[in-house]
């Protein structure tokens, strides 16, 4: 047979070139299947690196707040643990005032005692 579009092969008839044409597709359809599955895959893991990269980042942030707070908690100790002492040490001036004034109150007493008694 000459001329027409269709060419013939021999060997194969026409049903097993369409067979053999619809394997190929099923073939071609299964390699873009696997592409199309190994490109989601590398979007997925894609996506979990930069979790991985997020949650990183967010455990250096709290580990720098903790220790913020640390140190604030560290310099409050600290600065009520002065107050505490200056109350102390005001307490203690407070006292020895008081007590000289009362030694110096009891001394003039005892004056005054001694002048009534010698009169």
Do not use: P
Not at 11 to 18: I, Q
Not at 21 to 35: Q, W
Not at 66 to 81: G, T
Not at 88 to 103: D, G, H, L, Q, Y
């Amino acid at each position: 047979r000459t001329g027409g579009w269709g060419r013939r092969r021999r060997g194969r008839s026409k049903a097993l070139r369409s067979l053999h044409k619809a394997g190929l597709e099923k073939a071609e359809e299964g390699e873009l299947r696997e592409k199309q599955f190994e490109y989601e895959l590398a979007v997925k893991e894609e996506v979990v690196e930069q979790l991985h990269r997020l949650v990183a980042e967010k455990d250096e942030m709290v580990r720098g707040m903790r220790e913020e707070m640390s140190q604030r908690e560290e310099r409050y100790r600290r600065a009520v643990e002065e107050m505490r002492q200056e109350f102390k040490e005001k307490i203690e001036m407070v006292k020895a005032e008081r007590s000289e004034k009362v030694n110096g109150l009891n001394a003039r007493l005892e004056e005054e005692k001694s002048n009534v008694q010698t009169c």
